[in-house]
């Protein structure tokens, strides 16, 4: 039962160059979130996703695209990226589009951006 | 539009005390309440969740939360910690209106000593 996959683990990358960091998930969930972890700022939502083949701006879009081609795949991409979108990102997903419905998150990928 | 207050950023304890972590929410319409548990190096898991009904809701590792409408809060309370509880909190709230999506709180360490 692997839930939701997140890649690479970690990642160190230079200013200015283009990152896709992938998300996986095996429960046929509808919705899929992506967040990013900033020590004494929380959560944040970058974009989500309630159904496949559409999208949405979270609080932090600025800086980063998703698409949702199929159910299982929400890959999320910096195409330039720059230092202040060093963090953890976490991708996450829920049975059903709105709050309610629990989420499941995936292990997370550590970003540094130099 | 709605927002969560974690008020303590860290709470220190000793194994076997008492602890409250506290949570406020603000929001113009009817909400549905969570914490969920980050555990060190891991993603976030549900603790528990206030949809509707009783407003004392109890998670299956001994914690609470009860939804106080008048004073917007919900806080987290377990009588007797562990510690493995030794974990960051995250307390979030959703309006119940349609495909709103989860606010999170910036997080509160609890850090359980023997």
């Known amino acids: 039962i692997a839930g939701i996959t997140q890649a690479p683990t970690s990642q160190i990358l230079a200013a200015g160059r283009r990152m896709t960091l992938r998300c996986t998930q095996d429960?046929?969930?509808?919705?899929m979130y992506w967040y990013r972890q900033d020590l004494g700022l929380g959560l944040r939502l970058i974009h989500y996703s309630n159904t496949a083949g559409t999208t949405g701006k979270g609080e932090v879009p600025d800086g980063y695209s998703v698409s949702r081609a199929n159910t299982d795949d929400f890959p999320l991409t910096l195409a330039s990226a720059v230092p202040s979108q060093t963090s953890v990102y976490f991708c996450?997903?829920?049975?059903?589009?709105?709050?309610?419905?629990?989420?499941?998150f995936g292990p997370g990928t550590r970003l540094t951006v130099l | 539009a709605q927002s969560v207050t974690q008020l303590d950023s860290q709470v220190p304890v000793f194994e076997e005390a008492p602890v409250e972590l506290r949570c406020n929410y603000s929001s113009s319409v009817s909400v549905y309440l969570f914490w969920y548990v980050q555990y060190p190096n891991q993603g976030l898991q549900l603790l528990l969740k206030y949809l509707s009904g009783s407003t004392l809701v109890e998670s299956i590792n001994g914690f609470e939360a009860e939804f106080n409408k008048s004073q917007t809060s919900f806080h987290l309370r377990k009588p007797s910690v562990h510690i493995s509880d030794t974990a960051e909190y995250f307390c979030?709230?959703?309006?119940?209106?349609?495909?709103?999506?989860?606010?999170f709180g910036k997080g509160t360490m609890l850090l359980v000593s023997p």
């Open positions: 979030a709230v959703t309006s119940n209106s349609g495909y709103s999506t989860l606010t």
């Open positions: 429960m046929r969930h509808n919705a």
């Open positions: 996450a997903s829920s049975d059903f589009a709105g709050g309610l419905n629990e989420q499941f």
